[in-house]
């Protein structure tokens, strides 16, 4: 491991490095939190292996080459969607509902059902946002799965979808979330924040929840004691200003609350949707972002890969930037990245395969729960 005296000699002799980047390289040895304008700078300046060599840095001081993965398991309801996110490839309008699905109670009890007796620890439901599937649908599907399975936990909904449940049903945030906890609901899952600010999210999903609207739902778990996870969004028509403000809002609301538990970026693919022009950023944007963030983002512990994603290769390849999670050993339920045209068609992955994916690269594997316990730390191989 490099350590902190190590790496602030190491960037010292670097004679051509910008003393901004210095400045921002001593801070983060120092645990210091970075400013929205030190976030932009990193973007603009900071090379791959500069970022790099501070995340990973980052990541050994708080994880010490530890990379987590949960067993869990996918149900997506529906693709039937009442918005119509121009980067989406995946809904399908209620009019055209008979090209997508919609899955009753029982198909998705049949679901739970498969897992019986299998040692996964965690449901997770998310879906389009269906005119007809309601709150009190989504709260007897919780308190059946919790019902039968007291053990799993059960993470469901984006905030997209509690926004327009709590709506129609006339609540306010604090009663529709109260009602889904009370059924069994334990976590949110992050998707939906996508880019906060205004200016790209009026372009690329103008009809859903806002950015504000995103994180008072999120809030609203936090202070009933759920937790959450947060994403975004990147590689389209955002700028690197844009990443740092949805960051920055993020970073905000954990300070208040501390009910975030990992950040997921998750890249733009565009194949199949209506932002098909917009060409697909490169492997090394991607890992400077992740990067990035592990330094921008000091409160959150917890930087995830999404590996249906990103490909299980680039995923692998997170691990060296900061990244200390991948998502977890799922079947083929998920098809939100492979409708987008990501390399993992049918994504499955085994324990032991994330697990050689995780040792190839001189890590340790952890299984861990929904919030990070730990429940197995399993052996490097010996070679
Ligand atoms: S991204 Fe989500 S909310 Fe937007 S159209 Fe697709 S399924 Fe609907």
């Known amino acids: 491991m490099t350590s902190g005296t190590e790496l602030e000699n190491i960037f010292k002799q670097s004679k051509d490095l910008d003393q901004r980047l210095l400045t921002i390289a001593e801070k983060i040895i120092n645990q210091q939190r970075l400013t929205d304008e030190e976030g932009v700078l990193l973007f603009e300046k900071g090379e791959l292996g500069f970022v790099g ?13 530890k990379v987590y993965f949960n067993r869990n398991f996918h149900i997506e309801p529906t693709n039937v969607c009442v918005f119509t996110c121009n980067f989406c490839s995946y809904s399908r309008q209620y009019k055209h509902r008979d090209e997508g ?12 059902r ?15 946002v269906h005119p007809k599937m309601n709150l009190e649908f989504f709260c007897e599907l919780v308190s059946r799965v919790r019902a039968h399975r007291p053990d799993l936990h059960i993470k ?14 006339k609540l306010t945030t604090e009663e529709g979330m109260k009602r889904l906890n009370d059924a069994g ?7 939906g924040a996508e880019i906060f600010h205004p200016d790209v999210r009026n372009v690329i999903c103008a009809d859903k929840v806002d950015g504000e609207g995103w994180l008072h739902i999120h809030e609203t778990a936090h202070n009933l004691g759920m937790h959450s996870n947060a994403t975004m969004l990147y590689g389209h028509i955002e700028t690197y200003a844009h990443r740092v403000d949805h960051m920055s809002r993020l970073r905000a609301l954990q300070d208040k609350t501390g009910g975030f538990n990992c950040f997921i970026p998750l890249k733009f693919r565009n194949q199949g949707n209506d932002m098909s022009h917009i060409p697909e950023v490169s492997v090394i944007e991607d890992m400077r972002l992740y990067a990035i963030a592990r330094l921008f983002m000091d409160n959150f512990r917890n930087l995830k890969a999404y590996w249906p994603m990103l490909g299980r290769q680039s995923a692998q390849l997170t691990l060296s930037f900061g990244v200390n999670d991948l998502d977890g050993t799922i079947d083929d339920t998920t098809k939100i990245y492979s409708m987008a045209g990501s390399e993992e068609q049918s994504p499955s992955m085994s324990t032991e395969d994330l697990c050689d994916l995780i040792t190839s690269v001189g890590k340790t594997p952890v299984e861990r729960d929904t919030l990070y316990n730990e429940l197995k730390v399993y052996d490097m191989p010996t070679v």
């Not at 060599?53 to 080459?65: E, M, P």
């Not at 699905?101 to 739970?112: L, T």
């Not at 019986?116 to 389009?128: K, L, R, S, Y």
């Not at 469901?156 to 049903?169: N, P, Q, S, W």
């Open 101 to 112: 699905w919609e899955m009753s109670m029982e198909q998705m009890m049949d679901i739970v």
């Open 114 to 128: 498969k897992y019986d007796g299998q040692p996964v620890t965690e449901v997770h439901i998310v879906g389009g």
């Open 185 to 191: 609901l334990q976590s949110l899952p992050g998707g």
């Open 53 to 65: 060599a501070l995340a990973n840095h980052v990541a050994q001081r708080l994880h010490q080459g």
């Open 156 to 169: 469901g909904f984006t905030a997209v979808e509690l926004d327009y449940m709590f709506r129609k049903a």
